[in-house]
């Protein structure tokens, strides 16, 4: 992924192959991202706004989660014993 100061979560959900729906749940449900909004907050999920330290954390999260069989409180443990969270 080109080096960039925020990518979309189009951008994001393409490049690593993870549902839309998916990086809103680990944002919204667990607290694992927090990332940026601009405009209006109940405009179209494009307007989130990820970091290059973002999608850092989504690729170890689903890496985690999805290969090493993690749950969500584990993957979150793991996250802040890796100083990522």
Known sequence: MKSKL??????????????????RHWEREIGLLHSKRTGNIRSSTDDRRFTPSDVLRIRVIKALIKKKLFTIPGAKKELIELDLL
Do not use: G, R
């Open 6 to 23: 925020y990518y979309t979560i189009n951008e994001v959900a393409t490049k690593l192959d993870i549902p839309h729906s998916t990086i």
